[in-house]
């Protein structure tokens, strides 16, 4: 209840944008998303047949991202904040031939490329809806 009372009174924004000038960021960047710098390429992955998403290796999306400049391999690597990758589907959702499950946002055709091709084989798809897992497998105490 606390938590979806500060979302739903933007109290956990504010926190956010003090958080963000506590750091030495530009809150104005928080307060307008259009401040953001933006890929240069954007290109829609999207399914070759209809079917179900069985499974999502996340590790391979976690990869694809790395291969657009999103993550480091080494930590003096810069990470390049306008690319990523934004998922339509989960796991056990229907998808139709040709309708978008991801988008890539890119900075050069080279990594675009590479980071669908790892998001494609990332990503299987099968005939009947799968079994759904529960969400928390578990507790710790």
């Keep these: 209840k606390m938590a979806k009372n500060a979302l739903d009174s933007g109290a956990g924004f504010n926190t956010l944008v003090e958080m963000v000038k506590a750091q030495g960021g530009?809150?104005?960047v928080i307060?307008?998303?259009?401040?953001f710098e933006k890929a240069k390429i954007l290109r829609e992955v999207k399914a070759e047949a209809d079917g179900y998403i069985s499974k999502i290796?996340?590790?391979g999306y976690g990869l694809a991202a790395l291969v657009l400049g999103?993550?480091?391999?080494r930590?003096?690597?810069e990470i390049d904040f306008s690319v990523g990758i934004k998922v339509f589907k989960k796991t056990g959702e229907f998808v139709k031939k040709?309708?978008?499950f991801a988008t890539i946002f890119a900075n050069s055709e080279?990594?675009?490329a590479e980071s669908e091709k790892r998001i494609r084989k990332a990503t299987e798809f099968c005939g009947?809806?799968?079994e759904q897992r529960p969400l928390i497998l578990g507790r710790v105490e």
């Design 26 to 28: 530009d809150p104005a």
């Design 31 to 35: 307060l307008d998303t259009d401040k």
């Design 57 to 59: 290796d996340t590790e």
């Design 70 to 73: 999103a993550g480091r391999n």
């Design 75 to 77: 930590k003096e690597d």
């Design 98 to 100: 040709g309708e978008t």
């Design 110 to 112: 080279d990594s675009a």
């Design 128 to 130: 009947e809806k799968p």
